[in-house]
């Protein structure tokens, strides 16, 4: 019953650049299967209406479709691709960004026995699950104001904070429940998360991250493989090349200079690596990048 009229919704409010009249909300809409293409998974839900999607980050592989929800309480280097779209049967989703602030607020608010307790093992960053019929219905009636433009300012926080408490309440809540604790296992590892996509270029050393992390090292490898299924030095590698494709992507004949830029001194080891994570020379991908119509980029996994 919900999924029918989320379909609607959707398809009715699709936009070619995913965003929409509300804050922090995108409709998803692709019309052929697409190759597995690299991005960031932002920090998202995301419910799929209709077709099918593959993410995988690291060796993790991940599949939704019609009635199930992925969440990323983490920014990370994911590879996604839809598996099931047609022009005439488009695979259309629903993210809804998520605000920690939100989030920590509602575990404040939330009485004695309302939350599962924590569990001692930090839980991965992006997981999947089955949308309840509560959470489908919250979602219909926050994209039903988007035929109510008088009702937005008002009723859309309201209908946000439900959904986040649906999630958090739910069989995935730990992943979104550490989003909001600022002194949980997720919130170290996002730290040195940030810390590595904001300096990828340089070297470091992972008892530096580590200790600025506010984590033994042992503590910090453990945590950080659970969250994003890569060791520190893998994560920075993936954030290399993906940044070294966008720049290819306007400069494609300074390849060795782009291989510098993101920290590769070796340029053999850049065009290995790079051929290696994305099924071709950095020169040969540029060109096909550059004559490829490309999807609108997004944080929706």
């Given amino acids: 019953m919900y999924l029918d009229e989320l379909r609607t919704l959707l398809t009715r409010h699709a936009r070619s650049d995913w965003t929409t009249a509300l804050d922090g909300v995108l409709i998803s809409k692709v019309d052929r299967p697409d190759p597995p293409e690299p991005s960031m998974s932002g920090t998202v839900l995301a419910v799929i209406a209709q077709g099918a999607k593959r993410l995988a980050l690291g060796d993790r592989v991940y599949e939704y479709g019609p009635g199930q929800y992925v969440v990323a309480s983490v920014d990370l ?7 099931q779209a047609d022009p005439e049967q488009s695979a259309i989703g629903f993210g809804l960004l998520l605000e ?3 989030i920590a607020e509602l575990l404040l608010e939330a009485g004695p026995g309302d939350i599962p307790p924590v569990g001692g093992n930090i839980p991965s960053g992006i997981a999947v699950g089955d949308a309840s019929d509560a959470l489908l219905d919250a979602v219909v009636r926050l ?6 433009p008088r009702d937005r300012a008002v009723l859309a926080p309201l209908i946000k904070r439900e959904i986040l408490w649906r999630l958090i309440a739910g069989e995935q809540g730990a992943t979104v429940r550490q989003l909001g604790l600022a002194d949980s296992g997720l919130s170290h590892v996002s730290r040195a998360v940030r810390w590595i996509r904001e300096h ?3 070297p470091f050393r992972v008892e530096d ?3 600025m992390s506010g984590m033994s090292v042992s503590a910090f490898y453990r945590n950080f493989q659970a969250v994003t299924a890569m060791s520190p030095i893998q994560f920075q590698k993936r954030i290399r090349l993906q940044e070294a494709r966008i720049l290819l992507a306007t400069h494609p004949g300074d390849v060795t200079r782009v291989g510098q830029r993101v920290g590769y001194d070796n340029p053999s080891q ?3 690596e790079y051929r290696r994570q994305f099924g071709a020379p950095p020169s040969r991908d540029a060109a096909r990048l550059r004559s490829t119509v490309r999807t609108p980029a997004s ?3």
């Fill in 270 to 272: 850049f065009s290995r």
């Fill in 100 to 102: 920690p602030s939100v």
């Fill in 299 to 301: 944080t929706l996994p």
């Fill in 143 to 148: 994209l039903r104001l988007l035929d109510e």
């Fill in 209 to 211: 991250v580590a200790r």
């Fill in 200 to 202: 990828y270029a340089q």
């Fill in 77 to 83: 280097p994911v590879t996604g691709q839809f598996l």
